[in-house]
């Protein structure tokens, strides 16, 4: 009865998986090999369900050493996901010496939807902290037209931003170079990221991994604030940022 059970919740898993995988794909493409991240999870659910009678089978030592390795992948996984809704939640007063605002992907037609979320969510701050300086950050990828610096930079000074209170940092290639490269233009302009007030703004799910990096590059007094995508795509964000949190431990 339980084995039937289990089958059961499996095989649903694996349909629910697969249609928002599919979903995710249709909105976002299948460009990045991790887009197809639910259709794979949908697959091996199935596949466990096919599974199940024949593990059932196995001596009850092994049967024991699986379930332990599962319920302690799914305790870190929890643990790790509640750190990163801590921060989801941020908010931070006006007034803040720097605003640093870290890049995301730009396409043919200006930054992308989650990119344009940060953005809007940083000049709604900027335009309340007269007095705050920005930072907007990210290189040139492949498929970019322009520097990530450069279009949330442009697109702030559409957003009503005069552009000398912009610094653009255009040569990052990731979440750690984004802080450190702006660390380096913040005290070539005479701050001190140790001392000066500086809220990071970025996806609400990615504010926990850019908190640590931000503390790794010497940022002291920092805040942070967090903008909202697309609700649909927010399961495959909140995935997407422990499977980064996990390779950079790794790594």
Request: with cysteine; aromatic share 8%.
């Amino acid at each position: 009865m339980k084995i039937k059970a289990l089958r059961a919740f499996l095989g649903i898993l694996s349909a629910v998986c697969v249609l928002y995988g599919a979903a995710v794909i249709s909105i976002i493409g299948p460009g990045s090999w991790f887009n197809w991240a639910f259709v794979a999870i949908g697959v091996f659910a199935g596949a466990g369900a096919a599974l199940l009678p024949r593990i059932g089978r196995l001596p009850a030592v092994v049967r024991t050493g699986f379930a332990a390795v599962l319920c302690a992948c799914i305790l870190i996984f929890a643990v790790t996901e509640a750190r990163i809704m801590s921060f989801a939640a941020s908010d931070e007063a006006p007034g803040a010496d720097w605003v640093v605002i870290l890049g995301a992907k730009v396409d043919p037609w200006g930054p992308s939807l989650e990119y344009s979320a940060r953005i809007r969510k940083a000049a709604e701050y900027l335009k309340n902290s007269p007095r705050s300086l920005a930072v907007t950050t990210g290189g040139q990828g492949v498929n970019e037209p322009v520097s990530e610096g450069r279009a949330a930079a442009d697109m702030l000074q559409d957003l009503g931003i005069p552009a000398d209170r912009i610094i653009v940092e255009d040569r990052s290639t990731s979440t750690a170079e984004n802080l450190a490269f702006a660390r380096v233009l913040i005290e070539e302009a005479g701050g001190d990221v140790a001392a000066d007030r500086v809220v990071i703004v970025s996806s609400s799910f990615h504010l926990y991994r850019a908190d640590l990096h931000a503390r790794d590059c010497g940022y002291g007094n920092r805040g942070s604030l967090g903008s909202e995508g697309l609700r649909i795509l927010m399961p495959q964000y909140y995935l997407r940022e422990f499977a980064a949190l996990v390779k950079e431990y790794v790594l």
